[in-house]
């Protein structure tokens, strides 16, 4: 019964890398999003989507893309890093959008240097 | 701007007291409200929500207490026990809508 899994747990890129942060979810949920977690700043909503094929923008979506090809996999890409990305990116999902709870990920600790 | 906000970033209650963490929304279209506790290394788990038409919703230990005219919700954890130490968020959403808006967190020490 894994629910969301993320991978990589860590990762330290340079200025300029492109990587894809990996997002699977085994619950069936049409509902999945990212947030970046940073100190005093809270969960902030990077990308989200509400079934295969749609996504969105949330709060903070510069510098990063999203797909969604099937209901399970989520990735989110990082187009050319930042050190202002350098953060904790939690991976989420839910059943459906209006009072279901969100099913969150381990997270993954991004370094940009 | 932001939405949501807890203003206190830490607190710290000695084992078997109560624990009151407090959360303050500015957006009234607000009508949902939930309430996520997260260990270190770990993702936010769900812990307890609550509706607007309510003003109080309790589960176990845990209660959580709407005010919609102050815009004001608060998490009761009684008693309080040290494996309740963690992060707490408080999230608030429009039930018609997805985005949740979270808050900063109030980390919870618990002392045995």
């Known amino acids: 019964n894994a629910g969301v899994t993320q991978t990589p747990k860590f990762q330290v890129l340079k200025t300029g890398q492109s990587m894809t942060l990996q997002c699977a979810q085994d619950m069936n949920h049409e509902y999945m999003s990212w947030y970046r977690q940073d100190p005093g700043m809270g969960l902030r909503l990077i990308h989200y989507?509400?079934?295969?094929?749609?996504?969105d923008q949330g709060e903070v979506p510069n510098g990063y893309n999203v797909s969604r090809s099937t209901t399970e996999d989520f990735p989110l890409r990082l187009l050319s890093a930042a050190p202002s990305q350098t953060s904790v990116y939690f991976c989420?999902?839910?059943?459906?959008?209006?009072?279901?709870?969100?099913?969150f990920g381990d997270g993954t600790r991004l370094s940009i240097l | 701007d932001q939405q949501v906000k807890q203003n206190s970033p830490s607190l710290s209650v000695q084992e078997g007291r109560i624990s009151i963490l407090n959360c303050d929304y500015t957006n009234s279209m607000f009508d949902y409200f939930l309430w996520y506790k997260k260990y270190p290394a770990e993702g936010p788990t769900f812990l307890i929500s609550i509706s607007s038409i309510k003003d109080k919703n309790e589960d176990g230990r845990f209660t959580v207490f709407l005010n919609k005219s102050a815009k004001h919700l608060s998490l009761h954890i009684v008693p309080s026990q040290p494996g309740d130490s963690a992060v707490y968020f408080c999230a608030a959403k429009m039930t018609g809508g997805f985005k949740t808006i979270f808050g900063a967190g109030t980390r919870l020490f618990v002392k045995a």
């Open positions: 989507s509400v079934g295969a094929g749609i996504t």
């Open positions: 989420a999902s839910s059943y459906e959008a209006g009072t279901q709870p969100q099913h």
